[in-house]
């Protein structure tokens, strides 16, 4: 076969190039369907139908979009502005005592000289080999070399205040509401993922900062309201295990309060009714609590993290998080023994499916790590996912325009605005409607479902 080197394709005038290329994206995606089709079985069948009706609840979140409080958000970037400049100040007086000019905590370029060369700062390297000064990086240098805490705590702030800016000052829509993309089929867990709308306007609503949430508002004379499936993922867990005791943990006031209580026990921390006090403790990291230590550690252990890795998230030396490893395997023995049984399928067959019947083919090597993680974080995240979407269907199906609007879909949770005065009208049928039942090893399982209301999108979440 003779392949022309001289052929130029011909250049379509400005005007035709957006119908070409689109012409040829539905055409070659035709063409992938009319290859896989014919591949499709009972199961496929159905988990493609689901995914094609979700297509109706992701266009009504993507053209309805969500105000905002402009007087709110003008403020907040006010204030952001305020803390990046001095932030930028205190690490630009730094870099001028060390090499003589100021520093841009944002480029890798220079903080690679500065951190490796002029401090002397011991060399981080990614899997490739190569420097890198991510955040990863930066906190691993923290614990390493203490004398330059501040510095790294500063870059750290830097970044996180211009990430924040990024998100206050977000492209509007002409009418002034944010909006963004949903992508039903976009993942392998079936998980939706979010981004900018196909104009460039908006942002990712799955990844919102939860302190800034407050500049998002309902439409005039309505609340907003927020549905979240309740510690959906570690109950699961709880159930794909079998364990009585992670189940029964499941049933106390609060599972991550509870469990941070049996981590760290032998630290002394109040036990009993005090929940709340203890909660609020501070941990190893940051302002995190010991609460929210406890559902991390619950969330990377469950998922089959090494120790190395949860020293790594919580901060604590490995000896600390090999203890605590080994005392929650001995609390709820049956979690490692669901991790064996999925790493034996997946090495066996290489194939696992939900209670849902959504199935995933692995392609990598699944004897490896990584592979394995990943199988044993697929059937919680992939279930949880469904189960959201069961309802969020439901509800968009049975409600949404009727007194109720529904604004946008977490991995976890449903956001609306909704007329107040039908309020304990429309709070109990979304209830009811999220309420999904999903039979796990025998066992008919329901996750609750908790609502929260208010005036913007952080009061409805209850932060």
């Known amino acids: 076969m003779r392949i022309a080197t001289n052929y130029e394709a011909p250049r379509l005038p400005a005007r035709l190039r957006y119908f070409a290329y689109n012409c040829l994206d539905a055409a070659i995606t035709l063409g992938v369907f009319n290859q896989l089709q014919p591949e499709l079985d009972e199961v496929t069948e159905r988990v493609y139908a689901f995914e094609r009706g979700m297509q109706g609840p992701a266009m009504t979140l993507q ?32 870099a001028q005592v060390w090499w003589g000019k100021t520093l841009n905590p944002r480029s890798p370029a220079q903080l690679k000289v500065f951190l490796y060369e002029r401090l002397g700062l011991p060399e981080q390297r990614n899997k490739k080999g190569d420097l890198f000064t991510g955040v990863e990086a930066i906190e691993a240098l923290q614990k390493k070399v203490p004398w330059a805490d501040m510095i790294l705590r500063a870059i750290l702030r830097a970044r996180e205040l211009r990430k924040q800016l990024g998100f206050l000052r977000a492209k509007r829509s002409s009418d002034g509401k944010l909006r963004a993309s949903f992508n039903v089929g ?57 364990d009585k005791g ?29 929940d709340v006090a203890f909660a609020k403790k501070p941990g190893y990291y940051r302002h995190f609590s010991m609460r ?18 949860m020293g790594r998230i919580l901060h604590i030396p490995l000896a600390e998080a ?32 939900t209670p849902l019947g959504r199935r995933r083919q692995f392609y990598d090597r699944v004897w490896e790590g990584q592979t394995q993680r990943e199988g044993i974080s697929y059937i919680p ?83």
């Open 186 to 242: 976009a993942t392998e867990t079936g998980r939706w993922s979010s981004s900018k709308n196909c104009f460039w306007e908006g942002l990712n609503f799955q990844n919102v900062y939860k302190k800034l949430r407050y500049i998002f508002i309902p439409s005039s004379g309505r609340k907003m309201g927020n549905a979240d499936l309740k510690q959906a993922e570690s109950l699961v867990v709880a159930h794909l295990s079998g």
């Open 292 to 309: 929210d230590l406890a559902k991390r550690f619950q969330h990377g252990t469950n998922y089959g993290a090494s120790e190395y890795a």
């Open 63 to 94: 053209v309805r979009g969500i105000c905002v409080d402009e007087k709110a958000c003008w403020k907040a970037v006010q204030q952001v502005e305020r803390d990046e400049h001095k932030v930028e100040h205190v690490l630009n007086e730094i």
């Open 381 to 463: 995240q992939s279930l949880v996912g469904d189960i959201l979407n069961v309802g969020l269907y439901r509800v968009w199906r049975e409600m949404d325009g009727d007194g109720l609007w529904i604004l946008n879909q977490g991995h976890d949770s449903i956001l609306f605005e909704y007329d107040p005065a039908r309020e304990a009208e429309i709070l109990a049928r979304v209830r009811e409607l999220m309420e999904v039942e999903v039979e796990i090893k025998g066992e008919t399982v329901v996750i609750p479902v908790d609502i929260g209301t208010g005036d913007n999108w952080l009061e409805a979440c209850g932060d």
């Open 322 to 353: 090999r203890k605590i490893i080994n005392r929650y395997f001995s609390a709820f023995p049956g979690i490692s023994q669901w991790h064996k049984a999925v790493k034996a399928e997946l090495r066996e067959y290489g194939v696992l499916t």
């Open 246 to 274: 992670y189940i029964a943990a499941h049933r106390t006031k609060d599972t991550h309060t509870s469990v941070a209580k049996m981590i760290w026990a032998e630290h002394g921390w109040p036990g009993g009714d005090e």
